[in-house]
């Protein structure tokens, strides 16, 4: 696949729109079978604004994209602005399918059915969580608070059965896609026979009405799109930063402890993706006097998601360990929500109820953010790949030495994309080694921590 990146960060998003179109009208010099368009939130409430003006240009070729937060190409590392990504491959049957049905696992259904690709990879693209607009936001603060005060009742089967109704509205109203979930249904939709890999997007400054998906110069929002790409001989490469998992689940818990710097172990109880208590309590409850965090206060919350500025990334985490497959699961842990139940972004009823409270599993692992595309065989080949945003806080500056690094492994004709860390269903035969982060069969996930690599 021949690719050509264009970048464009102009204040006024039509300027910006109109930048890009006039730079690939001076260098193109083929037709393109594949749009990518990538936008920060520089642009946010704007991006369909963008769309129809670049769809304006190339509105018969399929296009996918989303709002992350930067973009890698080959001239640089940008974290502001809109990227414009042309691709041709004549021996690629490509095309892109989105859809926004109500609930984040009924438009997966729905969308997975529409989809037939005997060889090649399917590339989705959807929001890990999605800040509704205000009033939703509102609306599901409220339910937060109800399910909490009913949550406080003795009986465990009642807590679970309240949690469990939380879990339910929040995927109707597609607040959480939960990635593991989300790809087994379309790597069974495929026959478990090619890579499914999940751009899961979330922004660290969190917003009213975004992350935002692109699907074929819409912006369909909270919805779920997918680039099916046809083709002999693609590699799709997953790795991680973390070791080995064990044979057993008590040898995993303790290459955990040896891994992270743990505070405090718990006894959780939780239902699907809502964690109910640790040690019989609330969650922020039981954490106050061992890490600086607060439950946070409604008003509060709702003035900084208005202003963009509400951070995401937390050093804390929780740390799961999955019964069925040895393998572990951790998800930032911190003053997320103003009410006692806490939501997060996978299902953990395979889980223990030991449960981690920990941090630090970086330092010295600054390479190993891109180790999947290391693994890529053909300088030739367009790199389409992905940086695990926790790299912006964990090395600030230094992040930026990832394009001389990049640069060597692929040369010239690739593409990545900074966002959260990423999910994929790789087939045995794609697989070097016994990954900590399996969360499903051939499944792989957890917050942060993993990368993957499309060479087409």
Same mark, same amino acid.
């Given at each position: ?28 010099? *083929? ?34 994209? &989303? ?58 693209? *959807? +929001? ?5 607009? +205000? ?7 409220? $339910?937060?608070?109800?399910?909490? @005060? ?55 400054? &969190? ?46 818990? @303790?290459i955990v402890r040896n891994e992270f710097t743990v505070v405090k172990e718990f006894k959780a109880t939780f239902e699907k993706n809502i964690l109910i208590m640790l040690d019989g309590l609330p969650p922020m409850e039981a954490v106050r006097n061992l890490i600086n965090v607060k439950k946070e206060d ?10 963009? @500025? ?38 953990? !009823? ?35 790949? !992905? ?12 992040? *930026? ?13 690739? *593409? ?11 087939? $045995? ?21 993993? @990368? ?5």
């Open positions: 696949m021949e690719s050509i990146a264009l970048f464009s960060n102009k204040k006024d998003h039509h300027h910006a729109a109109f930048d890009l179109i006039e730079q690939a009208r001076k260098c193109l010099d *083929f037709k393109p079978d594949l749009v990518l368009f990538y936008a920060t939130l520089k642009y946010n409430g704007n991006y369909q604004s963008m769309l129809d003006i670049i769809g304006d240009e190339y509105a018969d070729i399929p296009q996918i994209g &989303a709002s992350v937060d930067g973009m890698i190409f080959p001239e640089d590392i940008r974290l502001d602005g809109a990227a414009l990504v042309l691709c041709k491959d004549p021996e690629a049957k490509i095309s892109v399918k989105g859809i926004k049905e109500k609930g984040s696992i009924n438009s997966a259904e729905k969308l997975a059915q529409k989809i037939k690709c005997e060889k090649g990879v399917v590339f989705l693209h *959807f +929001p890990l969580v999605h800040v509704p607009n +205000p009033i939703k936001s509102v609306q599901f603060c409220v $339910k937060g608070f109800y399910y909490s @005060n009913r949550c406080k009742t003795t009986n465990p089967k009642k807590q679970k059965e309240y949690a469990g109704r939380f879990s339910d509205y929040c995927d109707r109203e597609h607040i959480f896609y939960l990635p593991p979930d989300i790809i087994e249904i379309f790597a069974k939709n495929t026959d478990y026979k090619i890579p499914i890999i999940g751009m899961n997007v979330l922004h660290t400054q &969190a917003r009213f009405k975004s992350p935002n998906i692109f699907c074929n110069f819409k912006d369909i929002e909270d919805g779920i799109a997918a680039l099916i790409i046809e083709k002999e001989n693609l590699d799709a490469a997953y790795d991680d930063i973390f070791p080995d998992k064990g044979r057993t689940l008590e040898e995993t818990v @303790n409604k008003d509060d919350l709702m003035n900084r998601m208005n202003k963009g @500025n509400f951070q995401v990334q937390m050093p804390y985490m929780l740390v799961f360990f999955n019964k069925k497959y040895n393998g572990m699961v951790h998800t930032g842990f911190g003053s997320y929500y103003p009410f006692d139940l806490y939501p997060f972004f996978t299902d953990v !009823s395979n889980c223990d109820e030991q449960v981690f409270l920990a941090y630090e599993f970086i330092n010295g692992k600054f390479g190993k953010f891109i180790s999947s595309l290391r693994q890529t065989k053909n300088q030739e080949k367009f790199k389409l790949f !992905s940086l695990d945003v926790a790299t912006l806080q964990a090395f600030g500056n230094k992040v *930026f030495d990832y394009s001389d690094e990049i640069k060597k492994i692929a040369e010239r004709n690739y *593409f990545g994309i900074i966002t959260v860390a990423p999910s994929i269903y790789l087939p $045995k035969y794609l697989q070097s080694r016994d990954y900590i982060t399996k969360a499903g069969p051939d499944i792989f996930y957890t917050s942060a921590g993993t @990368n993957v690599c499309l060479e087409i």
